[in-house]
């Protein structure tokens, strides 16, 4: 088990912006390939941003240019800078960690992660 607990989530008007955190403070370093992933009701999770060990970031095309990711190492703690948000953003939020056999885009379907966080919801109103 890997736990992973996230926080940040909440409510914000269209254009606003949230940040998400995700520690990881049981373990002794950030495991090599670290996600955060989205939830609409009654879908799939999807895939929105990746980070290596070396922090290479990739993202989906519906968050490119407004979200980011990123890592602390010191802390254990895994990010989600959020901005320009819009109502199509409100979802439940996970993060995750896992060893796909790269960490890009290509490999960003959950079945890649084992490890999740218990999600954190983020509403935006219009």
């Known amino acids: 088990q890997v736990p992973l607990v996230e926080s940040g989530g909440g409510s914000v008007q269209a254009g606003g912006s949230l940040r998400l955190s995700c520690s990881a403070s049981?373990?002794?370093?950030?495991?090599?390939?670290m996600a955060w992933f989205r939830q609409y009701p009654g879908e799939e999770r999807e895939g929105i941003a990746t980070i290596n060990s070396n922090g290479y970031t990739t993202y989906a095309d519906s968050v490119k240019g407004r979200f980011t990711i990123s890592k602390d190492n010191e802390k254990n703690t895994l990010y989600l800078q959020m901005n320009s948000l819009k109502p199509e953003d409100t979802a439940m939020y996970y993060c995750?960690?896992?060893?796909?056999?790269?960490?890009?885009?290509?490999?960003?379907?959950?079945?890649?992660?084992?490890?999740w966080g218990q999600g954190t919801q983020v509403t935006v109103s219009s």
């Open positions: 049981e373990y002794t370093a950030i495991p090599a390939c």
């Open positions: 995750a960690a896992g060893a796909p056999p790269y960490c890009n885009g290509a490999y960003r379907a959950a079945s890649y992660f084992a490890y």
